[in-house]
């Protein structure tokens, strides 16, 4: 399906949303999500040697997961 462009409420939540550039997929043996999130310079890449459709749907989860502590750790350091 390609790169998706999106303005995520999922990411930060609600009240926060986010513009995000993703993209991830699986075949025979791996799973992968790659995720740019501009507004906080973040990138994260999540791979798996599984491409089940749980290993897709976890290396997801973690990207997701990642990109939110990251973003933590800019706000917590920015106002410092």
């Not at 699986?26 to 790659?34: M, T």
């Not at 798996?48 to 502590?69: C, H, I, K, M, P």
């Amino acid at each position: 399906a390609g790169w998706r462009i999106d303005t995520s409420r999922r990411l930060l939540g609600e009240d926060q949303p986010t513009l995000i550039f993703h993209h991830g997929g699986s075949q025979a043996g791996a799973a992968a999500f790659l995720m740019l999130v501009p507004k906080y310079e973040v990138a994260v890449a999540v791979v798996s040697n599984s491409g089940t459709r749980a290993a897709r749907s976890a290396v997801q989860e973690a990207a997701y997961d990642l990109v939110r502590r990251a973003v933590a750790s800019k706000q917590i350091h920015s106002s410092q």
